[in-house]
T-cell receptor
Framework: DAGVIQSPRHEVTEMGQEVTLRCKPI?????LFWYRQTMMRGLELLIY????????DSGMPEDRFSAKMPNASFSTLKIQPSEPRDSAVYFC?????????????FGNGTRLTVT | GQQVMQIPQYQHVQEGEDFTTYCNSS?????IQWYKQRPGGHPVFLIQ?????EVKKQKRLTFQFGEAKKNSSLHITATQTTDVGTYFC????????????FGTGTRLQVTL
């Protein structure tokens, strides 16, 4: 099992640019989560999909953030335009079942730096 | 909204000493999960607790869920340098479709 695969591992971009983060969940998992981790705010849930449908996007900071899950094996998180305060590590996680009922399997994360 | 606090924020111990981190919720929980994140790594699932008063052990790690299901603890006996990392609890409140909220984390440093 390859685990949750995220790309890129590192992204450095200038303020105002569009950033797209990618995630491939574990095969057979039907829930997918995007988290953001910073020193100040810890691990924050941005959005949660179940069976490819967004269930809870209340954690998405603002309209600059959007997430899609076109099929069971792929999801993207897009930031446009990016700002320096978006700098963080973004984790994708997947699980089997609904949120909280089973373990989350995290990817290695994407470290985003916006200058 | 639900708040999940962990104490302490940071602890530095010498190898062989014990370590405990506490997780406290403002609401009654349906279950709680624990994760470990090594420096530069990603959170890795350790265990899930569901029942009131439940105690589970994994080698030197002991996990406990409070009787009122509002708090939990993780105790490590005789720490080793491999225990270094940040330990997070993740709590889910009772009620349908409730969020899994991560605690603030406890960073453990172990030195020889």
């Amino acid at each position: 099992d390859a685990g949750v695969i995220q790309s890129p591992r590192h992204e450095v971009t200038e303020m105002g640019q569009e950033v797209t983060l990618r995630c491939k969940p574990i095969s057979g998992h039907n829930s997918l989560f995007w988290y953001r981790q910073t020193m100040m705010r810890g691990l924050e849930l941005l959005i949660y999909f179940n069976n490819n449908v967004p269930i809870d996007d209340s954690g998405m900071p603002e309209d600059r953030f959007s997430a899609k899950m076109p099929n069971a094996s792929f999801s993207t998180l897009k930031i446009q335009p990016s700002e320096p305060r978006d700098s963080a590590v973004y984790f994708c996680a997947s699980s089997f079942g609904i949120q909280g009922n089973s373990p989350l399997h995290f990817g290695n994360g994407t470290r985003l730096t916006v200058t | 909204g639900q708040q999940v606090m962990q104490i302490p924020q940071y602890q530095h111990v010498q190898e062989g000493e014990d370590f405990t981190t506490y997780c406290n919720s403002s609401t009654t929980l349906s279950n709680i999960q624990w994760y470990k994140q090594r420096p530069g790594g990603h959170p890795v699932f350790l265990i899930q607790l569901v029942k009131s008063g439940e105690v589970k052990k994994q080698k030197r790690l002991t996990f406990q869920f409070g009787e009122a299901k509002k708090n939990s603890s993780l105790h490590i006996t005789a720490t080793q340098t491999t225990d270094v990392g940040t330990y997070f609890c993740a709590a889910q409140s009772t009620g349908t479709a409730s969020k899994l909220t991560f605690g603030t984390g406890t960073r453990l440093q172990v030195t020889l």
